[in-house]
């Protein structure tokens, strides 16, 4: 069944008027006629059947009638990655959606060489994501802040599980196995991070660094790879 | 450093002529000139250091100078993946470069409804996957064949393990610790499996069922986890 994130408050018989992409995808794209139904989500009230019970030019109209699952969170996971080129950002983001981040912090390293990315693009991937892997929220994609910055404000209760390419860290289900708590994968730009900055994340208490095997990946399959690792060994798929 | 496949033997002193693209990539994109090193490997005779010794409009030519590296292979995974959408075969195939998987299958399911793949395509992009990545071969991709034609004739000294979404099959993870010999991986097409499908895989011997958490993944995303967990719990990631 079609799945839409609307930021409306759900209960029964609450109306919701989607917009107007959402409204043309229902009518022109999927070809739903008035009684048709799907489901809801607004990241705070679980997931709710509902029935479209409008449809003109202008729009449509939809009310929530049940809710079918309540809300639930998954595992208190961040991704926090390097900006990189465009479409390997927004595979970034499509993939933290699915595999069930919480957040998806991008950052500036010494070596990360891309300055711009559009987060409203980012933003609609997130939601369209969600949608179709069946989480009852969106993750938040953050503004890129520097990562001495995030490091200064580090909250310690939180992993830092530093995805270390210098090649001593141990195997990451190895160095995850048994773990527990909010975590917060850290993915490095295309060239890697500086000796400065990884001399600095091994030295810090909240991090652990692990190896993501013997070869060298794209920044991409890394994230993809660490957060399948930590679900895997602390997450949900245990 | 630069590194290149090539299909000439590698030897102390061999010449090498590049494509007239890899040629253009070295003179014309990476601006190499005459003297400078880069890396070769062709599949068969490990990594070689190799110098560029004539650069004219026409084209390179390469000197191997001393093996860096001996041969070795990867562990022994396939990825079969049901045809879906151009970009995620791409995408499939290039992770499958990274992940180590050593050969690519395609598959057609009966809910397969992508009948067309340019594999010369693929095959490229295999390759610069392999050249970045490091390793020292390139990953075959095999034409695309129905589902049955390939469980017929079905080695079973090697594991197949069914990404089985049906909701009772064991974490991935822990199906597959401490297990053994060659493996391939089964990732369906964006519809699923059809019923019998499910059940014929379910019932065969060599057949391990698993699960890759409570989330629908997109045929990739599958791919890409499904590499990653085999990799950490059978392959070179330990």
Excluded: H
Aim: glycine share 8%; proline share 5%.
């Amino acid at each position: 069944m079609i799945r839409l994130f609307v930021p409306n408050d759900l209960s029964a018989g609450a109306g919701v008027v989607p917009t107007v992409d959402q409204s043309r995808y229902l009518t022109s794209v999927m070809r739903l006629s008035v009684g048709a139904e799907l489901l809801l989500f607004n990241g705070r009230d679980g997931e709710w059947r509902a029935t479209l019970v409008e449809a003109t030019k202008r729009g449509c109209l939809l009310k929530a009638e049940e809710q079918t699952r309540p809300m639930t969170l998954g595992p208190d996971l961040d991704l926090i990655v390097a900006m990189v080129k465009r479409g390997r950002v927004e595979t970034i983001v499509e993939k933290a959606a699915e595999l069930g981040a919480r957040r998806v912090r991008l950052t500036i390293t010494r070596r990360t060489n891309v300055d711009f990315v559009k987060l409203g693009r980012l933003d609609a991937i997130a939601m369209e994501a969600a949608e179709q892997t069946g989480r009852l929220d969106v993750p938040e994609v953050a503004d890129p802040e520097k990562l001495d910055k995030i490091l200064d404000a580090w909250d310690p209760a939180r992993r830092l599980v530093f995805c270390d390419e210098g090649g001593d860290a141990r195997p990451m289900i190895e160095a995850l196995s048994g773990t527990t708590g909010p975590a917060a994968i850290l993915i490095g730009p295309e060239g890697g991070f500086a000796p400065e900055e990884r001399e600095r994340l091994r030295g810090l208490a909240f991090v652990t660094p692990v190896s993501l095997g013997p070869r060298i990946l794209r920044a991409d399959t890394a994230a993809i790879s660490a957060m399948t690792l930590w679900q895997a060994a602390a997450g949900d798929w245990r």
